[in-house]
């Protein structure tokens, strides 16, 4: 009894990645980028900033001891813990976006929101930096006549020009970027290319289609 020979089949061919996806990959890896850049600049230069607050404070006749508890503007080595973290998480969804993988879309739908809401209120808190760190002054009974704006500005003097940009950068990407990587994976092109491909069943003896 012989075996019939097996049909050869045509291997499926490869999908195209639309430029949505590509567009939302390359904000992904910006991102996590930027939150680097940022994390290290704080640690280069956060000793300089501690310095300059407190020569700052030293000027108006105070010392950090005169500040909330805890208040500090160094940037210590284990804070790159979470940027790091967070930069790795960005990049594996990325390049698994990049390759179609539907599982890191959806958390890329979880992830990117939050993304959105902490960078808005990151931004939103060293808009407002000297005015919240006034309103902790006076909440523990500190000195009222403290400068707080011009401590701030001591601060951020300590940081190179280019520093504002990395801020700047990290902020839109974390906003309107991530608002663009939403939409960007839920277009008609990207559904097409994370949908899952059904396999065809081959029925020995039925009718072609």
Do not use: H
Request: proline share 7%; hydrophobic share 55%.
């Amino acid at each position: 009894m012989s075996i019939p020979p097996e049909t050869p089949t045509e291997p499926a061919a490869a999908k195209t990645r639309p430029g949505a996806v590509t567009v939302a990959v390359w904000l992904q890896i910006l991102l996590a980028v930027f939150v680097i850049a940022q994390a290290v600049t704080g640690l280069l230069y956060g000793a300089d900033a501690q310095a300059a607050a407190e020569a700052e404070l030293d000027a108006q006749g105070y010392s950090l001891s005169d500040l909330p508890e805890g208040t500090t503007f160094e940037f210590g080595g284990i804070a790159l813990i979470g940027p790091v973290v967070a930069a790795l998480l960005l990049i594996v969804l990325a390049l698994l976006n990049g390759a179609g993988k539907r599982p890191a879309r959806v958390i890329t739908w979880i992830v990117q929101p939050l993304v959105l809401l902490c960078g808005g209120f990151l931004a939103f808190s060293q808009l407002l930096a000297a005015d919240l760190l006034q309103a902790g002054i006076e909440a523990t009974g500190g000195p009222e006549d403290l400068d707080a704006a011009a401590l701030f500005d001591a601060v951020f003097g300590a940081y190179p020009a280019w520093a504002g940009i990395v801020d700047y950068g990290l902020f839109a990407l974390a906003t309107v970027g991530s608002l663009l990587v939403i939409v960007l994976l839920a277009v008609p092109a990207s559904n097409a290319f994370f949908r899952k491909e059904t396999p065809q069943t081959f029925i020995p003896g039925a009718p072609a289609a």
